[in-house]
């Protein structure tokens, strides 16, 4: 809903002050019971009739603990997020920690430098002919389908 200006809420006041009630201001203002109520507490209370902001004014984590997350992934550049959050003492979700270590242009992934994993391939390499071998034929006796011998088809 669009916030209605300062006029509007200096008009419910206006109004309330001459002694209408809220069924009335609202059928005046074309406005809702419940926001004329807000703005009659407002003034109550004492507090302003105009809006108020709406921006969010906290600080990205980036920004609040940037120079904490450089350090440590300096220190351990293959730890994981939920190692990284645990060691900073950060009780923020991981997905805010992945995206905070985005916009400081830093990554956990190791280095291409590394040592390989030490996994080969898991299949025989070609022949000369650039076919993979046949497989290993199975031992006499054992049989892998399911017809059983001596059975006619």
Known sequence: MKTLPVEYRLRVVQLT???ASTAEVV???GVSPSWVRSIKALHRAGEPLAPKSKANH??????REGDRIRARVREKPGTTLADL???LGLTTSIANLWNALRALGLSLKKSRSGRPSGTGPMSS???PSGRSPPPASTPAGSSSSTRRSGRPR
Do not use: W
């Not at 906290?58 to 920004?63: E, K, T, Y």
């Open 17 to 19: 002050e001459e002694g």
């Open 27 to 29: 059928e005046a203002l």
């Open 58 to 63: 906290r600080r990205s984590l980036a920004d």
């Open 85 to 87: 959050r645990r060691d």
């Open 125 to 127: 390499p070609p022949g």
